[in-house]
């Protein structure tokens, strides 16, 4: 609910302040005095596109604020206060500034917020209907939502049901279609892999194969020189017996052995030389071990081309096996990582080929999710036509309280060849206009007088619907506000009286705020604002210059009277307008009394 508008420096409005009713408030007033720039005031906090323009002339920037009571629990309190918005316990204020230059800036609860913000959560709190709601009016996602918003709760959970089961059916559909449409993608996958796993299979490398063949290479590559050193190195450990007849320098093994024989006979005198033979002793030992090594590895030493050639083109094989198998997206550099790819791409194509049942259990899926459908679809359905019903009923009794005697409401539900996100039909309001008359689209058998008419009916018979009816006090203080710009345009009489009358039934649920220039509607209102205009004159160099300020008053009693005779002839002061604004009031006093 909107408890007060503050506005400054918006169009003709210097600055107002409005208090408005928690039931109904009409704003009334001369054309051009300015109610649009009310109603525009409210679009800014709701959000709607700001435009320099609308700054008063001379003003640096307008500025608008206004102040909610809401539910602190309600969706719109949880998103303002996820912007960053301080609440003041079920009191939440917005703003909205508009320079004469530059960028609009929006405020709520305290916080900078993104205009998208305001929109977000003031359309939640706040309908306006005017002409271009009207025209929203005549889609045909608003005449289902219409139809639907008067189930209430139980029929809002089976929609919500029926749009979750669309989409597994959705979801259910898509996954088989994309198995059917990979199944070639999937085979030639397939074909490849084994083409893979053949060669590999073929090629039965080992772990570390290519690292032990390019060692074995080298040594087969180079075994004169390896003979050598290894000779070599043996004859130095232990010379033959040749070598040692020739005068040939001794090896270390009979070096060794000399060291041991010289102290040999002194070890039993002095424990330093006896340590001292030991470990000349160990070595000895030690260089016979190493020398014998180096003898067998010496017999393993002879050059083998035969060998050398077969080593060679395993490891060519292994290298292309390398390079080709998996194909370029593969990063395959030793034969450890081809022996991985390769149990990589065997799960692979065990998952391709199976299980058998992948097919089969999708379109099993499938089945189930469209008989949930269907069975939810059937549901809906009969829901629907049950409410088309209702609503036919109720509206067309208000349009003939609305003087539209004889023209009713027909609701259409068109079936589908299959079921849609919404539903298995098509909503569509129609009107018959009069006794035999066709029905017609609202968008071509209503006038606009007459859709202001049934608007009003559809928001009366809602209203009552067990999702927005008010039961207590404190939801009654956050009741949403309804916004009715001229929707009396094109009537008057009896039928002005009557939207009127609906209008106050409306706000016990509802704060209702109506735009009208018809007194038989303002008549009804518990609060009446009276938007006036003033012509200021002010000296210049060139003489008079002419000013206009516009401001919002709140009339009672005798000035509420003399605006009702106002807007019934023209003149405040005609004593017949005086008397009939004093007669609609106590007719709608009245009434409101006796319901």
Known sequence: MIESLHIEDLGVIEQADLALSPGLTALTGETGAGKTMVLTSLGLLLGQRAESSVVRSGAKAARVEGTWLLDPRSRPAERATDAGAALDEDLL???RTVPAQGRSRAHLGGAAVPSTVLADVGNRLVSVHGQADQLRLRSAAAQRAALDSLGGAPHNALCRQYANAYRRHQA?????????????????????LRTWLDQLEQLAPQPGE??????????????????????????????????????????????????????????????????QATRLQELSYLTADIASELSDHLARLDADPTRLAAVQERRAQLARACQEIGGVTAQIDDVDALLAWGQTAAARLAEIDGPEGTHADLTEELEAAQQ??????????????????????????????????????VVELAPLDEPGPTGAETVTLLLVSHP????????????????????????????????HAVSTQTS?????????????????????REIGRRLARLARSYQVIVVTHLAQVAAWADTQLVVRKEELSAPSAEGQMVGVRTHVDAVTGKERERELARMLSGHEDSQAALRHAAELLAEADVAQSQS
Do not use: C, Y
Request: aromatic fraction near 2%; proline fraction near 3%; glycine fraction near 8%.
């Open 93 to 95: 204020i917005a703003s």
């Open 172 to 192: 259910a559909t898509n996954a088989l279609a994309e198995w059917q449409a990979g199944t070639q993608q999937r085979a030639q996958e397939a074909e490849t």
């Open 210 to 275: 290519d690292h032990a063949l390019t060692t074995e290479a080298q040594r087969l590559d180079h075994a004169e020189d390896l003979r050598r050193a290894t000779m070599g190195a043996r004859n130095a450990l232990t010379a033959d017996e040749e070598a040692g007849a020739l005068g040939e320098p001794l090896d270390v093994a009979s070096l060794l052995a000399t060291a041991s024989r010289a102290l040999e006979p002194v070890t039993s005198l002095d424990p330093i030389l006896q340590s």
């Open 372 to 409: 949930e459908l269907t069975g939810l679809a059937q549901q809906l359905t009969h829901a629907r036509q049950q409410l088309a019903h209702t609503l036919q009923k109720r509206v067309t009794a208000e349009l003939t309280g609305l003087e539209m005697k004889g023209a009713r409401l």
């Open 436 to 467: 035999g008359a066709p029905a017609m689209p609202l968008g071509k058998g209503a006038s606009g007088g007459e859709l202001s008419r049934i608007m009003l009916a559809l928001e009366v018979v809602l209203a009552a619907a067990p999702a």
């Open 476 to 496: 009654r203080e956050h009741a949403r506000t309804l916004v009715f710009d001229e929707i009396d345009a094109g009537v008057g009489g009896r039928a002005a």
